[in-house]
């Protein structure tokens, strides 16, 4: 589902929330190859592959409380 609303933002916006959206899945893609043996000796605990990740779906998710609070507005 998340994919899927990344392709729709992509494909109705441009410009900054479309680099946002293609930041999202870019910044995880180094870790998606990452064998279960070896992520089984990582330290455990919060995901510090997640953080950059974190920074572009927090700017969608102000970008759409803007949205929402203009709507609300008008």
């Not at 109705?12 to 870019?26: K, Q, S, T, V």
């Not at 990452?34 to 969608?60: C, D, F, K, N, T």
């Amino acid at each position: 589902m998340v994919l899927a609303g990344l392709g729709y933002l992509l494909y109705r916006h441009r410009g900054l929330l479309a680099d946002w959206a293609i930041w999202i899945p870019l910044s995880l893609a180094p870790f998606i190859m990452i064998s279960e043996q070896i992520h089984i000796h990582l330290v455990h605990g919060p995901s510090r592959h997640l953080y950059m990740a974190s920074a572009g779906s927090l700017l969608l998710l102000a970008w759409g409380l803007q949205k929402i609070g203009q709507a609300l507005v008008r």
